[in-house]
């Protein structure tokens, strides 16, 4: 227990930057937060922190161990969840990973129904729009607009998000408003490109149930879904993303939606997780909010679709 408790001494120091800090947290005496870091370091042979009297600066050793120690912790606490059958509230903390819109427009919006329903649970939102490395980052759950690449996750269908065709007021001005694909001629696109692949600058539309893509120049192409929609307000050219991630732009004119009738393919959302006999009551109440919170009819198209440029 005493190691236990010396991670978890370990990781409030890391994520207060402060060892005063942290002993007001956890309720302790400063010196005993000291003495407990000072022999972690000794029977770990190496320095997990830089000390200054300004400062408390994690070395990369200490990095390295802040995400092994969250993985130990939260393995330790959905161990005694799973006997725990009196607790009839889930309780502890979730790590979840996901898209910027998704988390302004959509999920953050809607927490205090879920703080109500579950209040003994924490949430801590990362918004990426890029893949992560579960493990390494000490995450519990992402949300993407593509299925699991790595064999070693779970994923769950979330829902499939209604996508449409935008571009600014000043960019229609100049180029006009298509009313179909056949106008798209003359047209530009932004590009759109993840981390690890760059995608062609191309816009796909549903015809006679097939799936056409149409090819554009572009003069600039970026990464991000908020940069992808600032590239259109900027009249850059045309964009397809999720009605959702351009409700506020579409409110207040600073996008114009086309080609009404042609409209892109949905977007498929899964929410991925590692996999396991057991899931902690945490994640799971978590993850049905979740379902049922992207609740929408689904589109037989996403189900076969390959994924191409998918901008949540």
């Known amino acids: 227990m005493d190691h236990i408790q010396a991670m978890k001494t370990f990781i409030r120091i890391a994520e207060l930057e402060s060892f005063s800090r942290a002993a007001e947290d956890l309720n302790v005496p400063r010196a005993t937060v000291s003495t407990t870091l000072k022999r972690l370091e000794q029977r770990l042979g190496v320095r997990l ?23 130990l912790i939260s393995a330790l606490e959905e161990s005694d969840a799973l006997f725990a059958h009196h607790q009839t509230q889930p309780a502890g903390i ?41 493990l390494d980052q ?26 449409i065709t935008c571009a600014s007021p000043g960019y229609l001005a100049e180029f006009g408003a298509p009313q179909t694909p056949d106008d798209l001629t003359g047209h530009q696109a932004v590009g759109y490109f993840f981390a690890h692949q760059r995608t062609d600058s191309h816009l796909e539309f549903v015809t006679a149930g097939k799936i056409e893509k149409c ?6 192409t970026v990464s991000g879904a908020d940069a992808y929609v600032a590239a259109a307000k900027a009249g850059f050219g ?10 506020q732009e579409l409110a207040q004119g600073e996008l114009v939606e086309v080609l009404h009738q042609y409209l892109p393919p949905p977007m498929p959302l899964y929410i991925m997780y590692p996999p396991g006999r057991f899931l902690a009551p945490r994640i799971r109440v978590l993850l049905d909010w979740l379902i049922a919170l992207f609740s929408v009819p689904a589109d037989p198209l996403s189900q076969n679709r390959i994924i191409g440029k998918t901008v949540d």
């Open 49 to 71: 922190f830089l000390r200054t009297t300004r400062q408390v600066k994690i070395t990369d050793e200490g990095k390295i161990y802040y995400q092994r120690c969250l993985q």
């Open 215 to 220: 090819q554009l120049a572009s003069k600039l």
């Open 138 to 163: 000490g995450v519990d759950c992402v949300v993407r607009a593509w299925p699991a690449e790595d064999d070693n996750l779970q994923s769950r269908h979330l829902a499939d998000l209604k996508q």
């Open 238 to 247: 045309l964009i397809q993303a999720s009605q959702l991630a351009m409700t």
């Open 94 to 134: 979730v790590r979840i990973d996901m898209p910027h819109s998704l988390a302004r427009a959509k999920v953050i919006p809607a927490l205090p129904a879920f703080y109500q329903r579950y209040p003994q649970i924490t949430l801590s939102v990362s918004a990426n729009d890029n893949a992560i490395n579960l």
